[in-house]
């Protein structure tokens, strides 16, 4: 590996390979500029003024993304190959004046060697060289010969990776296009039509992994992709906006991203809560079947809503008669179609229009469509198709059903006991649907009966982050919004925190409709030191003891500090102005209870409360259960015992306790006056 040191080439610093390359990034900017220009230039002609407007929006966004940041570079990496090409590789393509590839988008097939190549496995690859960067400009090089020089260390990690992962963070997740490894770039452009679910402690990359690999689906199938959706669903705002600029810095604007909260009707107030038994039997698949049952039995008997049991139209001086056994076969036949509620409530009216028709035809008359189409509309086949198949709100089919017991016992028999259904009740319900105060297990049964009602959307793919916390029928709820796409399922059972989460991953993608997705383990960790993870790992018998301990991949070990402090809050502040004195983010975390704590403690150090400011600041108090997902240069944690004490259950604590203690990037202090967990106190507790 040939390195050249950090620093801007020029008279100060010769580096003649250095220098070529500069002069190579110099003239991809060039280029880019041109097709910028040229994109300016042209003036949009759709032949009408529609045609012309949207022209002129794609001429705007396509100069748009030829958009140079003089902040980054156009390439971070070559590929040298053996028949002599060589590639630049790079955010977005840059091609010279005849056309020629300049750089080439990370994404396109030729980059993919980039990504994968080895010494067991060189993909025709002779030189493999990344570039460091400073303020836009290369500021080391750093060299892999794939089928020579023997004597190199082919496994020497790559200084450029450690670098970049140790960039001190200011401000919400970057990509890692520039070092994607070739475990994750597999996963990355696993094809579209297969499901992956990605298994990974803490720092493996699992999130980077689903944003680029949303970012490599919509470049390999941007017309589909584009026309029907990407989404991101993420378990808070916190972590959304975390990640939220990860995507569009890849040049990818318009991927939804969103909470498992947000996945509702739209109006869906949550104003109520549950108890854990109650939420956490709300989330049982076994709920689809009480709600599949009430939505379809509102469909009646003709004996029950209509006069005589039958239909009867009369057309002039004609009595028509359509007797209840017909009308009855009828409603089976569109129950057995398959189709939502209100698709087959919207077909009954033509049916029973049909079943008059025939006994018209077979007593003699023709009526053609015009008749056809004036009994669909006729008001006793609309009041009798308003009767068998009446109107439903998803509402109002759940209000029903958690303040009228007898409905309960007759949607839910056979499949939830008495003590269930006693558990589900509500023992004051509200008057009507609307002053109801759901709560937030009650908004996905909300979003399931929408979906028995009438389909919802499916987007192309979902990238699902933080699975493991999620409920059957919450990811239910995500299934539906990929019943035609595919979905990448993100998480660790480790850092399972809901009374809920998942025991294993098939039951996972069972429930998310895709029983056949591909289960991936990443084990090297990326974003926490050895030191730390080690330390943090201790704790992974006694949360999830079939999980292997991950390898932290970091050579640098990282720094741990454990400190026994007589008074906590003073240790704590002191902790965190030491951590602030140097630069990078700072995350204090402390049991949720603790934050105003926490808050009056650091007194002077500017900070910023997360999830109650607006502002992100670069020292944040960090409420413990908000704390997944996210990551900080240093991270101090307050008082362990506490942070298991908050949760229902020891092993719920110490996996929270495994997720606060795995956010570090360089440094953890752990303070604590109370004793430590004895899982972590460990030998030297
Ligand atoms: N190949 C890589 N190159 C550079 N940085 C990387 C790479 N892979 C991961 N990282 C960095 O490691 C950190 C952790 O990544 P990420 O948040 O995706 O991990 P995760 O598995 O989702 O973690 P958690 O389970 O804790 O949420 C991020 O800062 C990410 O940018």
């Known amino acids: 590996m040939s390195t050249a040191p950090p620093g801007e080439p020029g008279p100060a610093d010769p580096d003649p390979v250095l220098a070529a ?14 097709m910028r220009a040229h994109v300016e230039s042209l003036v949009p002609d759709g032949g009408d003024a529609v045609a012309d407007a949207q022209l002129a929006w794609t001429l705007h966004r396509r100069a748009l993304s030829l958009a140079d940041d003089p902040a980054t570079t156009l390439f971070f990496g070559r ?24 750089v080439v988008d990370w994404r396109a097939d030729v980059s993919r060697a980039f990504y994968r190549a080895s010494r067991t496995e060189p993909h025709g690859v002779r030189l493999r060289r990344r570039f460091g960067v400073e303020r836009g400009r290369l500021s080391a090089y750093e060299d892999e010969h794939l089928v020579a020089a023997p004597e190199e260390d082919a496994d020497a990690p790559s200084r450029i990776l450690a670098a970049e992962i140790e960039r001190p963070r200011s401000g919400p997740m970057r990509d ?10 597999a996963l990355v452009r696993a094809d579209l039509a297969t499901s992956v679910c990605v298994q990974g402690a803490p720092g493996t990359g699992k999130t980077a992994v689903g944003l680029h690999r949303a970012a490599w689906l919509l470049y390999a199938h941007r ?7 990407v989404l991101v669903v993420g378990p808070n705002r916190a972590f959304l906006s975390h990640i939220g600029a990860v995507l569009p810095a890849l040049g990818e604007v318009e991927v939804g991203h969103t909470t498992v909260a947000g996945l509702v009707p739209p109006g869906t107030r949550v104003r109520g809560a549950d108890d854990v038994a109650v939420a956490v039997l709300k989330g049982e698949a076994r709920t689809a079947q009480v709600l599949r049952a009430a939505v379809w039995s509102a469909v009646r008997d003709p004996a029950e809503v209509l006069d005589g049991g039958a239909l009867v139209v009369t057309r002039g001086s004609r009595r028509w008669r359509v ?21 087959a409530r919207a077909l009954l009216p033509h049916r029973l229009a049909h079943a008059v028709l025939q006994q018209m035809e077979a007593a003699g008359d023709s009526p053609d469509d015009r008749v056809a189409d004036a009994v669909a509309r006729s008001a006793e086949v609309r009041r009798a198709a308003k009767a068998l198949w009446p109107p439903l709100d998803p509402a109002r089919v759940l209000h029903r059903l958690l303040s009228e017991p007898e409905f309960l016992r007759g949607c839910a028999d056979g499949v939830l006991d008495a003590d269930e259904q006693e558990l589900l009740r509500w023992h004051r319900p ?16 909300l979003d399931e009966l929408a979906d028995l009602l009438e389909r919802t959307p499916s987007v192309a793919h979902v990238v699902l982050d933080e699975a493991q916390d999620l409920s059957a029928m919450q990811l239910r709820a995500v299934a539906r919004r990929c019943s035609t796409g595919s979905v990448t399922v993100l998480g660790d059972i480790a850092q399972g925190t809901t009374p809920w989460s998942a025991r294993e991953w098939p039951e996972v993608l069972a ?12 084990d090297r960790g990326f974003r926490v030191p050895s030191a730390v993870l080690d330390y943090a790992t201790r704790l992974l018998p006694h949360i999830a003891a079939g999980l292997s301990r991950p390898r932290s991949v970091r050579e640098d070990p990282g720094s741990l500090e454990v400190l026994a402090a007589g008074a906590l809050w003073p240790a704590v502040a ?26 009056r403690a650091l007194g002077a150090v500017p900070h910023a409360i997360l999830g109650e400011d607006s502002a992100p600041a670069r020292v944040q108090v960090v409420p413990a259960s908000l704390a997944k997902g996210l990551e900080f240069d240093r991270v101090v944690v307050a008082e362990p015992a506490a942070i298991v004490a908050a949760e229902p259950d020891e092993r719920t604590g110490l996996r929270r306790l495994y997720v606060v203690l795995t956010r570090a990037v360089s440094g953890l202090v752990v303070v604590h006056a109370r004793p430590l967990p004895p899982a972590l106190a460990g030998g030297d507790g």
């Open 511 to 522: 429930h998310l409709g895709k029983p056949d997705g591909r289960l991936e383990v990443l």
């Open 430 to 445: 509200s008057r009507t649907p609307g002053a109801a105060r759901w709560s937030a297990a009650d908004a996905v049964l």
């Open 21 to 34: 390359e500069q002069r190579h990034l110099d003239a991809a900017r060039a280029e880019l500029a041109r």
């Open 223 to 229: 017309e589909r992709l584009t026309r029907q959706g």
């Open 323 to 343: 007797p209840g056994y017909e009308l009855r076969d009828l409603l089976d036949e569109l129950r057995g179609r398959g189709v939502r509620y209100e698709a």
């Open 176 to 185: 890692i296009v520039a070092t994607i490894q070739p475990e994750q770039d």
């Open 79 to 102: 590929t040298d190959h053996d028949g002599g090409e060589r590639f630049y590789i790079g955010r977005r393509h840059v091609t010279d004046a005849a056309g020629d590839p300049v």
């Open 574 to 599: 002191a902790a965190v102005e030491r951590a602030a004195a140097v630069e990078g983010s700072v995350g204090v975390v402390v049991a949720d209870a603790d934050v105003p704590a926490a808050a």
